[in-house]
């Protein structure tokens, strides 16, 4: 049956517009194990849409250009292990702002990041 969006996709994505998209792409491949659904790149090679699959939600990203000028937002994943997400991000140059702990009356351990464009990260596991 047809439907109004991609199959597996949420109806609710995400899109980030920054400055060096593919280094964007390499850090979440790495930290999140990104899976690339679609890219469509400039003439000059630059990107113009990519989507990424991380768990069971859909990123969509673009580089910056003179139209589209590159912003920075706050964003939750859920993880398997967030002390091993967490640890990979910084391994590949994420800039700490929290360490993982769980704090009283919180079913999560959350950690939080900020990535080399100024996006900042908050990546947690509940752990009940």
Known sequence: ????????????????????????VDFLTVTFDAKIL??????????????????????MISDSTENYRANTSMLHVYVSDVFKTFLRAVENGAEIIEKPSNKPG??????SFYDFAGNYWSVSTQMI
């Open 106 to 111: 919180d079913p999560d351990t959350r950690g």
């Open 1 to 24: 049956m047809k439907t109004y969006k991609p199959d597996h996709y949420n109806s609710l994505s995400p899109y980030l517009i920054v400055d060096n998209a593919q280094k964007l």
């Open 38 to 59: 679609r890219r469509f790149d400039h003439g000059n090679g630059k990107i113009a849409h990519i989507e990424l699959q991380i768990d069971d939600s859909v990123l």
